[in-house]
């Protein structure tokens, strides 16, 4: 069963197209991920689906049932994670918690308090206030009260941006964790790592429409390219002016698809000696979402 669908959505601002035309299936128990460019229309997709802006129009169900606007009803089942948090810097993580406990209609004992903060690794900071948390454990805590009302959909809107290695796989394991209890989660994020590492649909938007979706090995089997050449160079503009596949990443470094590596790198170290470009840390390895996201938009994810 599908926990959220989404057909014909449409929110325009005058001649922007925000969003223009997204269908979306999100199936119970999934974790789904939204990816696009700055400017895609992301934002403003998930923001009509939690109900915190108005679609111009277009259909949202919900469990089967269609909502013309996100009732209470609706807003009960779901736990909502935005990129940036604001917290009463005073009150402590225990406080905080039933506040926002009391925000939802919901009441927390000490026992359901303790179990959100064992969640997410935040038991030694019940009793500190919200001012002496770390980044890494204010994004925590906003993960926590997410899971306040026990939802059975949670939106998570790049819920590792700013943390520490660490701290980011550690949030990738409680969503694996609310994932095995049967949670639906929707996820945008900013890191293909991420969306590859727990996504079950993955969906790709730039210009207010969805350009591609599937799985992540449904994805990369539309490339059709067996290999990719990762490199660095110290002049990259001008050998991408000259071979025209190349792809810049998000990383500054240089990706060239190919059928026949050696083929490639003959070609590739030959164009290179002639414009006097020195080529380092090459790397031969197989396509990945960061491939299709910039062959389908061609401008990486931070752009």
Known sequence: MNAIVV?????????????????????EGTVVALLGPNGAG???????????RKKDSGEIYYFGRKVERIDEEIKSQMGVQLQKTAFFEYLTVQETIELFAG???VKVDKKRVIELVEIVALQEKLKSKVKNLSGGQLQRLSFAVALVND????????PTTGLDPQARRHTWQIIEELKKKGKTIFLTTHYMEEAEKLADKV????????????????????LEMDSYIEFTADNPHVLQREIAELKLSDHDRLILPTSNVEESIHMLLTKAKQLGIVID???IRRPNLEDVFLNLTGRSLRD
């Open 151 to 158: 939802p059975k959909i949670l939106f998570l809107d790049e």
């Open 203 to 222: 969906y790709i938007m730039d210009h207010g429409k969805i350009i591609a979706s599937g799985t992540v090995a449904q994805l990369v089997n539309l």
């Open 7 to 27: 057909r014909n959505l449409r929110k325009y601002y005058g001649s922007v197209k925000a969003v223009d035309g997204v269908d979306l299936d999100v199936e």
């Open 281 to 283: 840390n090459v790397v």
């Open 42 to 52: 992301k934002t403003t997709t998930v923001e009509i689906m939690e109900g915190l």
């Open 103 to 105: 925000l939802y209609g």
